[in-house]
């Protein structure tokens, strides 16, 4: 028995010594996950659940009529037509899929600075198109200049940074956003409760789902995603 503890004890400190930057960025975002600092991240994550939700919409035959955010980190997507379905479950099985896109992109591409400036431009157009009020439209514009001028000014490196730190937030908000709203909230107006009234079930049923698809998500992209060592060097490229 004692080789396999050898051997476990080795495998665990590969792990640090491979991924400690990801490690160090999870514990920085968790450390600080109830401070104002953190506030930005979790706002760009309603983002990405808000248009998850429009999107699901306009990929089964609907539109999108408008998308909010607020600074107390709620959002609504206004959508006509399509599978409510597909809308309802979207919100944060899509934004979890963002996350797991820009997680790849920083780890298994060099098109960093290209990502985090289209991320930014979309959010402009999102703003253009779809958002009809002041807080939402002041998140939106802020959040996109300042990636845009993160994908002009930042060297490739920190553009590798500022993805990963964005995919890991919303890694790390989307299962708990699941479980808060639908498992200890039961009686929210989520977007769990809507689907069990439209299509039937319980709130708890579809939040238990979501949550377990999430972590399994989460699980599969780390084991494909992070290859053997996922450290950012700053001396190259």
């Known amino acids: 028995m004692a080789p396999c503890a050898v051997d476990n ?3 665990r400190m590969r792990v640090l010594h491979h991924h400690w930057q990801l490690l160090a960025i999870l514990a920085v975002v968790f450390m600080l996950w109830s401070t104002p600092v953190i506030l930005p991240l979790k706002l760009l994550v309603v983002f990405f659940h808000e248009l998850s939700h429009g999107l699901a919409a306009i990929l089964t035959g609907g539109s999108i009529e408008t998308i909010s955010v607020s600074f107390q980190q709620g ?16 919100g944060y099985l899509g934004s979890l899929l963002i996350g797991v896109g820009l997680l790849w992109a920083a780890l298994r591409s060099t098109a960093d600075r290209a990502v985090l400036g289209g991320l930014g431009a979309l959010m402009l157009v999102v703003l253009v ?3 009809r009020d002041l807080p939402a439209a002041l998140i939106c514009l802020g959040t996109g200049a300042a990636l845009l001028a993160g994908a002009r000014y930042l060297p490739r490196q920190g553009c590798d940074l500022a993805l990963r730190v964005i995919g890991l937030s919303s ?8 479980f808060d709203d639908t498992l200890r909230r039961s009686a ?7 689907l069990a009234e439209e299509v039937g079930g319980t709130t708890v049923m579809w939040g238990a789902l979501w949550l377990i698809i999430s972590l399994a998500v989460i699980s599969f992209a780390a084991r494909r995603i992070l290859g053997r060592d996922s450290n950012l060097y700053f001396g190259k490229g």
């Open 9 to 11: 004890g080795s495998a």
């Open 75 to 90: 959002g609504e997507a206004w959508t006509r037509g399509g599978s409510r379905f597909a809308i309802l479950t979207a």
């Open 129 to 131: 198109l779809y958002v």
């Open 171 to 178: 890694l790390l908000y989307v299962p708990y956003d699941i």
């Open 188 to 194: 929210l107006r989520s977007d769990a409760r809507m």
